[in-house]
């Protein structure tokens, strides 16, 4: 018997095995699309550019939002939930604070002439918001998960007290964490 329960124990949870597989599919995305980078570099139309500043200031809203995410799930496990509640909301903030100043990278780079989408656009400008604006749906996609544990964490009176939740949302928000330094790496070194 007591086999058996460390046989359930050691099995991942059906959720999380799902979560795992969309997130090598995702890989699998961008490696296609920083692959075709390279390839599209090498054409003589190409004309590259630096990166806004205000993307470094991205990177270290989401690197911070990466060690609150991590210090909410300690939390949550040592069922301190007032500090929990903080941690998520500070996430949250954080994962917004990174779109918006990459929105701002985004308007820089208009500002600066370089086109990125349509009718006379830059093609490595082109890529860079195709890549960049993909990885910000699916950053939008762990804030939206992260307001719904904002929400559980603040309302209703019956308590969940399951890890899997909050360890799936960390899991994931650690990878669009570590997908940004990867693409940052890239279009900073790589173009």
């Not at 991590?70 to 500070?90: C, G, I, S, W």
């Not at 918001?129 to 996609?141: D, K, R, S, Y």
């Amino acid at each position: 018997m007591a086999t058996e329960i460390t046989e359930q124990n050691k099995r991942m949870h059906p959720h999380k095995f799902t979560l795992w597989l969309g997130l090598g599919s995702i890989i699998m995305m961008f490696a296609g699309m920083t692959s075709a980078y390279i390839v599209k570099r090498n054409q003589v139309n190409w004309q590259g550019f630096d990166l806004p500043k205000v993307f470094w200031y991205s990177t270290v809203a989401i690197l911070l939002s990466s060690v609150t995410i991590h210090l909410a799930v300690k939390a949550f496990k040592n069922r301190e939930m007032a500090k929990y509640r903080r941690l998520v909301t500070v996430t949250t903030v954080l994962g917004i604070l990174f779109m918006l100043l990459q929105i701002m990278g985004f308007y820089d780079l208009n500002a600066r002439g370089i086109k990125l989408i349509g009718t006379g656009s830059n093609v490595a400008g082109s890529f860079l918001f195709v890549i960049a604006a993909l990885h910000m749906l699916h950053v939008l996609g762990g804030i939206t998960v992260l307001v719904i544990m904002f929400t559980k964490a603040f309302g209703g009176k019956t308590r969940n007290y399951s890890t899997v939740p909050i360890e799936m949302t960390a899991t994931y928000w650690h990878f669009v964490d570590g997908l940004w330094i990867y693409l940052f790496v890239f279009l900073n070194w790589i173009q």
